[in-house]
């Protein structure tokens, strides 16, 4: 009587979504997505909520992809938490510090800008994932070096809303304002820190390759 054999497990293999070009493949370092489940953009589930954007990688990418890309929500989520803390702390200084009113327009234009901005450069980088383009990571690169700059600009400014480390030179802080300003520095210096090391990743680790001999342009 035959009996089945089952083959050991590959620790790495290449996965290729069917019906596309198997050219375009994933590095995959862990198992691959379940059977029968593809990307499909027109699910909007991101955010909980308003359903604006196609957000599922555990589903839809091998498990190091969907890895790198929850290192990039990650990164989007500090840049929103900053900008929300910056936000109470600009009201709590005007009314205890008799900072100027105006930085409280600053702080609202900030969020609305800056998160924006963070989260271009997070679904870009989901998207050079998920759709394997080369386009969408270039993209991807060039926003969040932009963004690690602007990062670095607000950890160390001090001028308007903006509670860096050098906030003291503009303004005489002390109390809970200085409190503000370590806190605020210290948030922009992890989002800084955790951009470096997404791109660091992204540019020598990119767990998507783009030919067959798995060489990453």
């Known amino acids: 009587m035959n009996s089945a054999v089952e083959s050991p497990p590959a620790s790495s293999r290449n996965v290729a979504p069917q019906g596309s070009d198997q050219q375009y493949s994933f590095n995959v370092t862990g198992p691959p997505p379940p059977p029968g489940r593809g990307l499909d953009w027109n699910d909007l589930n991101?955010?909980?909520?308003?359903?604006?954007?196609?957000?599922r990688p555990q589903d839809d990418l091998p498990i190091n992809v969907a890895h790198r890309c929850n290192l990039l929500h990650a990164n989007y989520l500090?840049?929103?938490?900053v900008l929300?803390?910056?936000?109470?702390?600009?009201i709590i200084t005007i009314l205890a510090y008799k900072a100027p009113w105006i930085n409280l327009l600053y702080t609202f234009l900030?969020?609305?800008i800056f998160a924006s901005a963070a989260f271009?450069?997070?679904y870009l980088g989901y998207l050079g994932m998920a759709m394997r383009s080369k386009k969408h990571l270039l993209y991807y690169k060039i926003a969040a070096g932009v963004m690690i700059i602007i990062g670095l600009y607000f950890m160390l400014a001090g001028g308007g809303a903006i509670n860096g480390f050098l906030k003291d030179l503009t303004y005489h802080v002390r109390g809970y304002w200085w409190f503000a300003v370590i806190l605020e520095s210290l948030m922009w210096f992890a989002y800084v820190a955790l951009s470096c090391y997404n791109l660091y990743l992204m540019i020598r680790f990119c767990?998507?390759?783009f030919d067959d001999l798995g060489v990453n342009p």
């Open 46 to 55: 991101y955010p909980k909520g308003a359903k604006l954007f196609h957000y």
């Open 120 to 122: 271009t450069v997070f």
């Open 78 to 81: 500090v840049a929103v938490a």
């Open 207 to 209: 767990p998507v390759r």
């Open 110 to 112: 900030n969020f609305i």
């Open 84 to 90: 929300l803390v910056n936000i109470v702390n600009t």
